[in-house]
């Protein structure tokens, strides 16, 4: 099946660093959405973009949805320990919850304290 | 709110037997369930969708014989693999919808099931 493809496949990083991770697609998404998995657990909903060129805050992420609505990045500021865990971008060819999502392959995030 | 379970959260069996995964939405009606595999260090793929009362529709190389998909009620969809084989073995998630109200958005994962074939 389609992925999206996501980078940096991992990264290592210190407490109170920021981070970014991107999002692309050589075909258009009309929704982006940004998930976090721990694991042996199921995706948690970080941020959700329903428009291009939109940029949307929950506590310390900022993720935007690319004016081509071929991309994403999701940030990350002043990392802390739980923070730990896999990051995928998820795209749908429409709003809505019955649409199929695609997934990125991930990024997974280690934080040293 | 928009709670999803599953059940068992880790089940092993022996190659050739059939094993049944149920997803349920604990709080919310699901006209929409999802089930994904995940291979370990891998990302979520998309194995089938299915709507309440009706056939599920499968994604392309998933085999709908060997995946078998009830979606029986608004709150419990469950996902048997039948004649499993070892390399069946993996972490299936389940995700559901209501396809309204303030939840219409979103799809709710469950917290996935760790199937170990022997």
């Known amino acids: 099946g389609q992925q999206l493809n996501q980078s940096p496949q991992s990264m290592f990083i210190q407490e109170g660093e920021d981070v970014s991770m991107n999002c692309t697609s050589s075909s258009i998404f009309n929704t982006w959405l940004w998930y976090k998995q721990d694991p042996g657990e199921g995706p948690v909903l970080l941020i959700a973009l329903y428009k291009a060129g939109e940029l949307t805050s929950n506590g310390r992420l900022t993720a935007q949805f690319g004016i081509t609505r071929k991309d994403s990045f999701l940030n990350i500021s002043a990392s802390i320990p739980s923070d730990v865990g896999i990051y995928f971008c998820?795209?749908?060819?429409?709003?809505?919850?019955?649409?199929?999502?695609?997934f990125g392959k991930g990024t997974k995030l280690t934080v040293n304290p | 709110g928009a709670v999803v379970s599953q059940h068992p959260s880790w089940v092993i069996c022996k190659s050739g037997t059939s094993v049944k995964i149920e997803c349920r939405s604990l709080d919310f009606q699901a006209t929409t369930m999802f089930w994904y595999r995940q291979f370990p260090k891998q990302s979520l793929m998309l194995m089938a969708t299915s709507n309440e009362g009706s056939k599920a529709t499968y994604e392309q190389g998933v085999e709908k014989d060997k995946f078998l998909i009830n979606h029986a009620s608004l709150t419990l969809s469950t996902l048997t693999v039948t004649s499993a084989h070892p390399e069946d073995s993996s972490f299936y998630i389940c995700s559901a919808n209501s396809g309204r109200g303030a939840l219409r958005d979103t799809q709710y994962f469950g917290p996935g099931t760790r199937l170990t074939v022997l």
């Open positions: 998820a795209g749908q060819r429409r709003r809505g919850g019955s649409e199929k999502l695609v």
